[in-house]
């Protein structure tokens, strides 16, 4: 079958490419929506303050966040190179997929420096905003977690905080906002992301094989491409 002739690296690392902007799109997404229940406030890193109505359950919290540029770093970020330049990369890839149909060495024609490096910025990049995501809501968790105790852990104690009895207030304005949702959004977006860098370093790793082998092929052989009519010379 003609498509069974495709090379199999390329429909690979497409395939990644559509997850990690799929990745990347739930990142901004989740995150974007905890900024905006907190009317544009970045709670990551930031501190809260509780107190507790002697005659209700209800619980009141003032939310003292950080500077807005860490949340708009993240979501650019994953917006900017995972998205954008994932949807990119993975219409690049596609598009050497089918005509690797006809040429065997298509993978080599690639801009395979290029690719490397800029999967490896792509990497660290990520990884810095995978890492942010996961440090700041510890960080947050552990401001609750010295009000009501630390019996329970870190996951349980925010994932309770989303509970109607707690009412968050911003340091600026006497009205709650909604963040009922806001725990699970995170950790949705920290999922997210952490799997966005793991696959990015991946691309790096097949890039890297792509290179080496370009190498051992160009050594062997001196005509810069051949077809599939020529496959049984190269075996």
């Known amino acids: 079958m003609e498509w069974m002739r495709v090379d199999g690296w390329l429909l690979l690392q497409a395939s990644m490419y559509f997850v990690i902007l799929t990745c990347g799109l739930i990142t901004s997404i989740s995150s974007g929506l905890v900024r905006q229940d907190f009317g544009g406030t970045c709670v990551l890193y930031g501190n809260v303050n509780c107190t507790t109505a002697n005659t209700t359950t209800t619980v009141g919290c003032v939310v003292f966040g950080e500077a807005t540029s860490i949340c708009v770093f993240i979501i650019a970020v994953n917006l900017l190179i995972s998205v954008l330049f ?12 089918i005509r690797s149909r006809t040429l065997i060495r298509i993978v080599f024609q ?67 906002v909604n963040a009922n949702q806001y725990y699970d959004l995170y950790v949705t977006a920290e999922t997210t992301c952490w799997i966005g860098t793991c696959l990015w370093l991946l691309q790096c790793i097949a890039y890297v094989r792509h290179l080496v082998k370009d190498r051992a092929m160009q050594r062997s052989f001196q005509d810069d491409l051949f077809t599939i009519d020529d496959l049984d010379t190269f075996n």
Request: net charge negative.
């Open 110 to 176: 690639l801009w395979l420096k290029v690719l490397l490096a800029s999967s490896v910025i792509s990497t660290l990049v990520t990884l810095v905003s995978a890492c942010m995501l996961t440090v700041g809501l510890s960080k947050w968790c552990t401001g609750v977690e010295s009000f009501v105790g630390p019996e329970e852990g870190h996951a349980s104690l925010c994932s309770m905080t989303q509970s109607s009895n707690w009412l968050w207030y911003l340091s600026d304005n006497e009205q709650p």
């Open 86 to 97: 994932g949807i990119f990369m993975c219409v690049y890839h596609l598009y050497y997929l």
